[in-house]
């Protein structure tokens, strides 16, 4: 799996992409705490993911949410330094999701 990419998610409410980024030997992604995909993770529902914007293949991934805003903030510096972030300014509702691809 590369470094960084954009994986194609699916939840209960929600589909789209996420940007994501291996960061201390895990994958990660920022969002906010209030989107959906964050609300399904936190009522213990999983996300399904698919590793290619063109695969129709989903995985389903436990997903962990890190709230922790110093974390958060390094993160997001970090993909924000790697030009791999879909946000160009942190926001205080930014959380960190932690998830292993296989």
């Known amino acids: 799996m590369k470094n960084k990419g954009i994986l194609k998610f699916k939840g209960s409410q929600s589909k789209g992409a996420m940007h994501f980024i291996l960061y201390n030997g895990t994958y990660v ?5 209030t989107s959906r995909k964050a609300k399904d993770i936190e009522s213990g529902k999983k996300l399904q993911i698919a590793y ?7 995985n389903e991934v436990d997903i962990k949410i890190n709230e922790d805003k110093k974390e958060v903030y390094n993160v997001f510096e970090f993909m924000r330094e790697s030009k791999h972030s879909h946000y160009k300014k942190y926001l205080d ?9 296989e």
Do not use: A, G
């Open 93 to 101: 509702e930014f959380v960190v999701l932690n998830y292993t691809i």
């Open 29 to 33: 992604s920022i969002t906010k705490k």
């Open 52 to 58: 290619s914007l063109f695969s129709r293949d989903f």
